[in-house]
């Protein structure tokens, strides 16, 4: 009988600014397939939808596209930060023209990606306070 290894630990998800309340407002075939691609990001994997965002200099931003009803939604995190996955942004894009990412939406993304740095910086100084205490 073979005994299965506990499974690797789970990433946690940290949303940034108001994505979650975002999410929670997109249909529920949407909110399930964001959401599962999340759970593969916390696994330490790529979900086969999860696409580089352009603009952001490497694959550590990603994407996740999803069509429903002839809207687009887009949910964008981050796994740059070792140890937690940052969700950054929760959008329905609203233009019919382009695939490009509206520029208002990349500055958004920008700052809240900049706030998840800040975020993560202090939660590794308390997590090495306890180190230190525990």
Do not use: C
């Amino acid at each position: 009988m073979t005994m299965l290894s506990a499974s690797p630990s789970i990433k946690p998800v940290v949303w940034i600014g108001s994505t979650k309340a975002d999410l929670r407002n997109f249909p529920e075939e949407v909110k399930d397939s964001i959401g599962f691609a999340l759970y593969v990001a916390q696994q330490g994997g790529k979900h086969a939808d999860a696409k580089p965002l352009r603009g952001f200099g490497s694959a550590g931003v990603l994407e996740i596209v999803e069509d429903h009803d002839g809207d687009t939604y887009r949910a964008v995190y981050t796994v740059r930060l070792a140890g937690r996955v940052y969700v950054l942004h929760a959008f329905q894009k609203k233009s019919k023209t382009g695939i490009e990412t509206p520029k208002a939406e990349i500055n958004l993304i920008k700052s809240r990606l900049k706030r998840a740095e800040e975020e993560h910086a202090a939660w590794l100084e308390r997590r090495k306070g306890t180190k230190e205490h525990g």
